[in-house]
T-cell receptor, first 113, second 116 residues
């Protein structure tokens, strides 16, 4: 596609619910990143894929967070048993490779109530 | 891990004047330093980046300088215009190091306000 597409754009979840956030990267981009951006803060790294391989998940805040990219294109970030502190914008970014600049998606704004 | 400090947090300049935003980083192995512009409610957009093998890069009204010895880099915007108003983020990472790239570590952002 022309850009990085994320869905849903907005998600409201009750505390304790599971959510799944989708990222559709630019076609052919091998690198895919997930970031979490709290209000008024810079994005914080969550995890990185090169094709289908998850090469770095050091930024995932707890074992409630899980990401996958099974066929090396679309990725899903899953958050189990959501907590209020999970409320943030979740940004996905893709690039042609690790030495290229990223293109970010518009993000999913998650609100946990 | 990497730590990126960004200053100032808010910068107000008169239209037509220059703006400078400064960042420092802690990991001497970092080799890639992008700058992103983020308007309210929108995605971060890459505006310029620099790699550690050069000291300066310019693109029209925007320039970035890098001092590897001091571990700091700066964004310079000249002849500022109202549409430059946004939050600007610096970031650092060590890409191409093999075995996968580290993610970007971002600064906390600078809210740039262009006064008409």
């Amino acid at each position: 596609g022309a850009g990085v597409s994320q869905s849903p754009r907005y998600k409201v979840a009750k505390r304790g619910q599971d959510v799944a956030l989708r990222c559709d990267p630019i076609s052919g981009h091998v690198s895919l990143f997930w970031y979490q951006q709290a209000l008024g803060q810079g994005p914080e790294f969550l995890t990185y894929f090169q094709n289908e391989a998850q090469l770095d998940k050091s930024g995932l805040p707890s074992d409630r967070f899980f990401a996958e990219r099974p066929e090396g294109s679309v990725s899903t970030l899953k958050i189990q048993r959501t907590q209020q502190e999970d409320s943030a914008v979740y940004l996905c970014a893709s690039s042609q490779g690790p030495t290229y600049g990223y293109t970010f998606g518009s993000g999913t704004r998650l609100t946990v109530v | 891990g990497e730590n990126v400090e960004q200053h100032p947090s808010t910068l107000s300049v008169q239209e037509g004047d220059s703006a400078v935003i400064k960042c420092t980083y802690s990991d001497s192995a970092s080799n890639y330093f992008p700058w992103y512009k983020q308007e309210l409610g929108k995605r971060p957009q890459l505006i310029i980046d620099i790699r550690s093998n050069v000291g300066e890069k310019k693109d029209q009204r925007i320039a970035v300088t890098l001092n590897k010895t001091a571990k700091h880099f700066s964004l310079h915007i000249t002849e500022t215009q109202p549409e430059d108003s946004a939050v600007y983020f610096c970031a650092a990472s060590r890409v191409g190091s093999g075995g996968g790239a580290d993610g970007l570590t971002f600064g906390k952002g600078t809210h740039l306000i262009i006064q008409p």
